[in-house]
């Protein structure tokens, strides 16, 4: 069964950024997903297997 996710969905991950926060807002949605960390900006991009692999919680649509 394959997880959907929108754009705009926060998300918990497993690890904290360097920044010490694990919240990240997704900003592309394909092959790849695409996150932006909610307190410092910083943007990285992962395959869709490494993000499933990484990802603890989808907290849903919170538009800043």
């Known amino acids: 069964m394959e997880k959907t996710y929108k754009l705009g969905d926060s ?12 919240e990240w807002v997704i900003t592309r949605v394909g092959v790849d997903i695409k996150i932006k960390c909610r307190h ?25």
């Open 11 to 22: 998300v918990i991950m497993k690890k904290p950024h360097a920044c010490k926060t694990n």
């Open 40 to 64: 410092c900006g910083r943007e990285i991009m992962m395959d869709r297997l490494e993000f499933e692999r990484k990802l603890k919680k989808v907290i849903g649509d919170q538009s800043e």
